[in-house]
């Protein structure tokens, strides 16, 4: 119950943020239980409590390692520069629960850039391959931010494809193909394929996406089983969706097909995830039937419709890729 009466207070802090703030913090420094502490972590962040910033850094040496990395995460969440010093010591903390969240908070508190690239890097030395793994995570964040990913991360990327960690091989293989690079385009065919076991889920879709996106003609056979075909006694290919958006973006007629069709489904969910794979898919050919689709929530939701124009749009004149 108090766990609960923690998150529910987090919305009225608008209205009384001092009285909510007071009440969060207290639960933080005092509460019994670690799950309401490592609550009222997650609730100062919330509320971007820079006022709570002193009780966040108690919390980091809280006896319960859950409550010190959702301390550590809120640090990161408020942004606030005072908690750099605290977050560097952080890094290089003897357990690693303790670094992975220290890897993710550094960099959105530290004020030097370099500083922040050289945190990470060092990161990616770590024995442990989680926080590795994690490392190479805020390369990407880094690198989106800059508009280009530091030339010394692309280095350490390419250095981790060679990984023992699969975990850590398919995030470096991701990074590399995102940034230009093409020295990773054989781990993403692997990972497509299934050939590279104890993938992150979301590094398993995003390389789905970028053999598409990139036309990686070598993944196609991968792509097709895991968008049509059937894994006896296992069902369908969680990522069949992301695999059908990756053959349509390489022109592939099947693919296409079916995207098209469902945006005449009966059904209001089906239509707008056909709206997002058509967005995905740069699909020209949907844009007619999309646009159609605009001002009525009850054809599809309304935010799907809105991103999938643009995206095609965007590609109406952009340079032909290999799947057209």
């Given amino acids: 119950m108090r766990v609960e009466a923690v998150t529910d207070l987090v919305p009225y802090a608008a209205t009384a943020r001092e009285q909510v703030l007071r009440a969060i913090e207290g639960a933080l420094r005092a509460d019994e239980h670690a799950a309401v502490r490592a609550a009222a972590a997650i609730a100062l962040a919330d509320t971007k ?12 040496e809280d006896v319960d390692p859950h409550v010190r990395q959702m301390a550590i995460t809120a640090l990161g969440e408020i942004g606030d520069g005072r908690a750099t010093g605290r ?7 003897e357990r690693p629960e303790v670094r992975f969240q220290a890897v993710i908070a550094f960099p ?43 030339p010394s991360g692309m280095a350490r990327a390419r250095a981790l494809l060679g990984h023992a ?60 089983r895991r968008a049509f075909g059937l894994k006896i006694g296992f069902g369908r290919d969680p990522l069949r969706w992301h695999a059908r958006v990756a053959l349509a973006r390489m022109g ?3 693919a296409v097909r079916e995207i098209l069709g469902e945006l005449g489904a009966w059904d209001r969910h089906r239509r707008t995830l056909a709206v997002a794979a058509a967005g995905r898919a740069r699909l020209q050919a949907a844009r007619a039937a999309i646009a159609a689709m605009r001002g009525d929530e009850r054809k599809a939701d309304q935010g799907a419709v809105e991103e999938a124009l643009a995206a095609i749009a965007a590609a109406e004149d952009a340079p032909a890729t290999p799947g057209g």
């Fill in 49 to 60: 409590a820079v006022e709570a910033l002193p009780a966040l850094l108690l919390a980091v």
């Fill in 87 to 93: 977050l560097r010591r952080a890094l290089s903390d």
């Fill in 108 to 150: 959105r508190v530290c004020a030097q850039p370099a500083d922040a690239i050289e945190a990470v890097t060092q990161a990616t030395h770590d024995d442990d391959p989680l926080v590795c793994h994690i490392a190479l995570r805020m390369f990407e964040e880094l690198g989106e931010s800059a508009g280009e990913l530091p």
């Fill in 165 to 224: 960690s699969p975990l850590v091989r398919a995030a470096a293989a991701v990074i590399t193909a995102r940034f230009g690079d093409p020295v990773g385009h054989p781990v993403l065919v692997e990972i497509v394929e299934g050939k590279l076991r104890g993938v992150d889920r979301e590094d398993e879709a995003a390389a789905i996406e970028l053999c598409g996106e990139l036309g990686l003609h070598a993944a196609r056979s991968g792509l097709e």
């Fill in 252 to 254: 592939h007629e099947r």
